[in-house]
């Protein structure tokens, strides 16, 4: 049956926002079923022959191809490497599922296979195995591409929305709003000259630095569509908590402030593709966030937030002039096709 | 740098031929490297802790997305089932990535997901995580699919393409172009009442009953795009084997060879969704055919030819007036988006 609400699809389905969890409540849950599913991290964790493994995919439809930082081949990477680490996994093989477009140039396709081999390498994944299929002009839009990943979970190590509890200290691991910003920077229609480039980067190496200090974290995410509002949603919803974000210490750099003033954007709401928010028991933050600081992708990390028991299942933002607002889950996505 | 002969994508190389061959060995090979992809199999043996995993990923971009026989739900699970199959794996989990097109209807989402969710069940496989991106309108067609897959490779079965050799007996498991007809049959402007339905199968059910014969099998391999004789000519290439093929012992069913007569097609080069074909040492041959044939899915399963050490890497066909003809690896796809 359609969704009420929506007879048709719309872009903000796509959005990773309250439209992206209807779909999935609506038609994807009750059509898939299963306990894997119904847990919802960035990716799942499954047991097999014996061993606890991370499994994740995403599809990447950004727009251009090739963005300041970065480009779709290195998001293809960084993306599905990032969700395996929010579990604690190093990823250890890719899959990769080109849908190209009739017409493409063969020498961009090559391009984007050498930046996603090249970021697949700086990552330490393997490519294992590919599929390619190619569609009629019109029908596409040059290159899409799906990753799925695999690693595998240390032992001891359980990185779960759902557990959050009152008392964690909120880390977001550097400046945020990088990557949303830099892909809008280089739209059509939309160029300003920031000067900023997008963080995608993969994470395995910092959350790695992180579980050294400490297996005892509760909750890692990567802040991408949505942003780290989106991301503290999702987190109090699952478990169940409040979240206090202390607007004032949320690393937005100059250059995002800008451009989001500018285009009437909420910083917490713009994409990031090298971040990390951490939920982590109080008597480990202070030596969590010095790890993450000695590492390159978390020199800026900072104490953003608390959970607190009050408010459950809301993000609340303590403003800069001590009043108070609701950060609510994103309706649809203020930036299409940002990933 | 774009490949010579072709600077822009053309359709063929998204057919599973030549052309395809070509993406791989001169763009995406040198790109990602690695020595698992090199092995270049339906699906990619890796090993996790300990454990031989495999893992194999597929997009699906079938037009239309109802056929006769199924669906591209349908397709989406049993294509990366099988593709595991051909290892010897059981498929345990599925990753699923939606691309939607903005304006299709929820409703039908619904009903991909719904058969997606069937098919899942009927072959045993969870759905674990999954994605959903949406594209402009006129930048998709509808919904595009994407499945990766991981299923454990039973100890003692080592299934490749370079294993081949010569004395195999080649079976197929049964009438072949049924899947590739079926979609045919309704495409725009192609109409034809042949009252065909896609084969479209979950394939490791017969599998683990052959493989319950002998572990001693040396290739399997489901005949999707560019049909039995790209799949041939690839295992054929792989092994530096040649493979003679008995035309008037492949099972062609009489709507197929009517089909392919009025469209000037060659049944050995229509997809199938549902059927493998297996190389399997001349002693076992029988005990193999026994077993399929005492499965639903392998009821008509006939040996067509055999593996010779004459001319290697070619495919001969000995026709039914005692002829030969070289039975080449197609060059790009007779019939686009069929999968």
Known sequence: MPLRDHPRVVMGHGGGGAMSAELVEH???????????????????VTLGGVRLAFSTDSYVVR????????????????????????????AYLSVGFILEEGVETSVVGRVA??????????????????????????????????????????????????????????????????????????????????IESDCAPLGGLVQAILAVTPDL???????????????NEIAAAAGVGVVVEERRVP???????????????PLYVANEGKLVAFVPRVHAEAVLDAMRAHPLGADAAIIGACVAEHPGMVVARTALGGTRVVDLPVGEQLPRIC
Do not use: W
């Not at 599913?37 to 990716?43: C, E, F, Q, R, T």
């Not at 937005?252 to 909420?266: E, F, I």
């Open 114 to 195: 050498e930046a996603l081999g090249a970021a697949a390498r700086a990552a330490g994944v393997e490519v294992a195995t590919g599929d390619t299929k190619v569609v009629e002009a019109g029908h596409g839009d040059g290159i899409y591409l799906n990753t799925a990943g695999i690693g595998l979970i240390p032992a001891g190590v359980d990185l779960r929305p759902q557990r959050a509890r009152p008392g964690d200290v909120v880390i977001v691991s550097g400046p945020i709003g990088l990557h949303g910003v830099a892909v809008l920077s280089v739209r059509e229609g939309l160029e300003f000259g920031v000067g």
């Open 64 to 91: 251009p191809l090739f963005f300041p930082g970065g480009s779709i081949g290195d998001l293809a990477v960084n993306g599905t490497v990032n969700d395996l680490a929010m579990s604690g996994a190093t990823a």
């Open 252 to 266: 937005v750099p100059p250059q995002v402030a800008g451009a989001c003033a500018m285009l009437g954007l909420d």
């Open 27 to 45: 038609i994807f849950a009750p059509a898939f079923g299963g306990p894997v599913l119904a847990a919802l991290g960035d990716s799942a964790a």
């Open 218 to 232: 509760h909750v890692l995410r990567d802040p991408t569509r949505g942003g780290v509002g989106a991301a503290l």
